[in-house]
């Protein structure tokens, strides 16, 4: 119902809006760092347009509220700020402000404006720092995520009432939802940073069977939970004292019996592998201004002086960040001072092994042009490379190549289909050419150990990561340059996500950051940071290299893969009951 607010409330929050969106826009084009002001951006530009182009929907205060309190619940569990136990109620708000729009005048309109209120806030709250990386990269990511949440839920809905009553009805959303986060995983406008699955990041003792499910499982544990708390607090209203109590008994049941699963898992699982000696250095360049300014030569004397602080005889990999130098020719690398230095490092030091990202390209002809979208230059091809190298006393050096790429930074969406969008794209600083990449994953092998070299993005896709561990990656190795984002969340965030994969696959991750956290995490999830934000570092410890393989790393995804099911059952019984009806 639409209460009588006076139009001054509408006029205040529109100056409000406008207020924040000028004052956060200002700063911003005065401040070399952004760090938390595009919060401000982003909740003026949304309070601009709902006080002057929805107010009817403003009016509807309690509607507004609930989906308000969604968004908030949402963006108060993710990881940092991290109250995780809140993600198990925070859609019930949502899911009782679609219940009274059923029958409603214009219901679609209003469930998917309320949906795209609550998601809103949530992408704005939980990953504002992007836009600390580029200005309309963020701006797009920000609005076009919370756009396809909010079509999901609308068309979950529609589906929903048009099934009979019964199971499949309740699994509709979680099965769309969980499609859709697949989905996130494998396009070009890949996203996956807010999938469910995510939240346990700061709580890996209670997804200790993350090893079997992966991610996915945390997904379905958190619907089930919704529906369950949502499905209590109707019968509740509706004063039907034994199905709410059944039901209450329900959702207890579905919260606590995983948590002590996991809990279980965690006070029983054994580290298990050879112990190896592996140091980190963060030479802490920040990359906006400072990393790719300053030559080589003179970064090289922080690399090796921070690295001669930690190295022992016993020490059996170093790892750089992602990008540490470059660009260099990927075929022409001895003929490079810096490689050089780093060949007499490590023939200094027998044992070991060198990880470093390099930022490499390889050239070709129109004759030995591999497949893709290369920039061109005269008669020549170059394919740009975010590349990862191993360099051993005996070896010649093993090459990786990143092959995971950030939407609009690093890669150029459908760009077969919008052609017409390039001179924008361009004009941007966007991505155009295509990258230099691999088919899979690939390890390193060494005497010591093998490892999987995982560059910076790729390190929260949980399924293509399993192709380190079937080419007998015993852990990982996380380069990753996060001082993009400045000292926000971002980089926290990241870091935490690395820790479900070491779950996932109970291997030992290592994480070496330009800027972020460097970090030692065990197969069961804990980790130990090895710096604070903004502070050069080297750090030296002990991992377990592990050979075994998870029930997730056999299987993948399949919990994706039976949500895709009952999407495809679901849809087809509800266009049936259409046309029946219809007819």
């Known amino acids: 119902m639409k209460s009588p607010l006076p139009i001054a409330v509408r006029w205040t929050g529109l100056a409000a809006g406008l207020l924040a969106v000028g004052g956060s826009g200002y700063a911003m084009k005065q401040l070399p760092l952004w760090g938390y002001w595009p919060i401000a951006f982003f909740l003026g530009i949304w309070m601009t347009y709902i006080f002057l182009l929805r107010w009817s929907y403003v009016r509807e205060t309690r509607h507004l509220v609930l989906s308000t309190l969604s968004g908030v619940l949402l963006y108060l569990a993710f990881p940092y700020p991290g109250i995780t136990p809140l993600i198990f109620i925070a859609f019930i708000p949502l899911f009782l402000v679609t219940r009274d729009q059923v029958g409603s005048e214009r219901e679609g309109r209003k469930i998917f404006f309320y949906a795209f209120h609550t998601f809103y806030l949530w992408n704005a709250l939980s990953t504002f720092w992007v836009m600390n990386t580029a200005f309309v990269a963020g701006l797009t990511a920000i609005g076009l995520n919370s756009l396809f949440m909010a079509s999901v839920y609308w068309l979950a809905f529609q589906t929903q009432k048009r099934l009979p009553s019964g199971l499949l009805g309740w699994l509709v959303l979680p099965a769309y939802w969980t499609v859709f986060e697949w989905l996130h995983l494998h396009w070009d406008l890949a996203w996956p940073w807010l999938n469910l699955g995510n939240y346990f990041a700061v709580r890996t003792p209670w997804v200790q069977w993350y090893a079997y499910t992966g991610s996915f499982g945390g997904a379905v544990w958190i619907w089930l939970v919704n529906i369950l708390g949502y499905a209590w607090w109707i019968a509740r209203a509706q004063e039907e004292r034994i199905p709410a109590r059944r039901l209450a008994i329900w959702a207890l049941v579905a919260l606590i019996l995983p948590m002590s699963l996991g809990y279980w898992q965690y006070a029983h699982y054994e580290e298990i592998g050879k112990p190896i000696q592996v140091a980190v250095v963060q030479p802490n360049y920040e990359p906006h201004y400072e990393k790719f300014a300053i030559p080589d030569e003179e970064q090289l004397h922080r690399f090796l002086r921070l690295s001669r602080e930690v190295l022992t005889d016993s020490t059996d990999y170093l790892i750089f960040p992602e990008t540490s130098f470059g660009p260099y020719p990927s075929n022409l690398l001895e003929d490079e001072p810096v490689i ?123 399924e293509y990561d399993i192709g380190y561990i079937l080419d007998d990656a015993e852990w990982l190795a996380v380069m990753t340059n996060d001082g993009w984002w400045d000292n926000t969340p971002g980089h926290r965030q990241h870091a935490a996500l690395a820790r479900l994969r070491a779950i996932e696959l109970r291997r030992d991750v290592v994480r070496a950051a330009n800027m972020g956290w460097c970090a030692f995490i065990n197969q069961r999830g804990d980790m130990a940071v090895a710096n604070v934000y903004g502070e050069e570092a080297a750090e030296l410890q002990t991992i377990r290299a592990n050979d075994s393989i998870s029930y997730y790393a056999r299987v993948g995804d399949f919990l994706a893969r039976i949500a895709l099911l009952i999407s495809i059952l679901s849809a087809i019984v509800a266009i049936t009951a259409k046309y029946r009806k219809k007819a």
């Open 340 to 462: 050089d230095s780093l060949q007499e490092l490590v023939n200094t030091h027998p044992r070991l092994h060198l990880l470093t990202g390099l930022s490499t390209y390889m050239m070709y002809t129109a004759d030995n042009k591999p497949a893709g979208d290369f920039d061109q230059y005269g008669d020549k091809f170059v394919a740009q490379e975010n590349s990862a190298w191993q360099f051993t006393a005996n070896d010649p050096p093993s090459k990786y190549l990143k092959s995971i790429f950030v939407p609009g930074a690093e890669l150029f969406p459908f760009k077969r289909f919008l052609p017409f969008l390039r001179p924008m794209v361009h004009k941007l600083g966007g991505a155009m050419g295509d990258w230099g990449k691999q088919d899979h994953p690939t390890a390193f092998h060494g005497q010591a150990s093998n490892v999987g070299p995982v560059i910076c993005y790729e390190s929260i896709f949980g």
